[in-house]
């Protein structure tokens, strides 16, 4: 039997917890469960919690050889309906295939959004 339970949070570098919260909270729907002090805040979401994490040194979250895919994947109900209301709030969107596709948060993090739509 392994000895993790579970996992207790990820950490997403930011450089402005109210540009953050302004993001993750208002415009994405994270719920905010819990802050520590001005340098982290810790959100979820049905799935699950990330730590935003305050910091001036940020290192881009991001994969691949372009720096264009991410660790992180969040699920919607309708991929096509975020995506134009992400793009009517000025939120860069990359269509990817379809039901999926790649946002960029306000710090340069590169976030897949895709729905299980078929």
């Known amino acids: 039997m392994g000895v993790v339970q579970d996992i ?3 950490l997403l ?3 402005d917890m109210d540009k953050a919260l ?3 909270r208002d415009l994405l729907g994270f719920r905010v469960v819990g802050k520590g002090s001005p340098v982290w805040t810790v959100i979820e979401t049905k799935g699950g919690q990330l730590t935003l994490w305050r910091t001036t040194e940020i290192p881009k979250v991001a994969l691949g050889p ?3 895919s991410s660790p992180f994947e969040f699920h919607v109900e ?3 309906a975020a995506a134009a209301h992400l793009e009517s709030k000025g939120i860069r969107v990359r269509r990817n295939e ?3 596709g790649t946002i960029w948060d306000p710090f340069g993090n590169v976030l897949r959004v895709h729905d299980h739509v078929e």
């Open 8 to 10: 207790g949070h990820i």
């Open 13 to 15: 570098p930011v450089d």
């Open 22 to 24: 302004a993001f993750y």
């Open 66 to 68: 372009k720096g264009d």
């Open 78 to 80: 309708n991929f096509e």
């Open 98 to 100: 379809a039901h999926a």
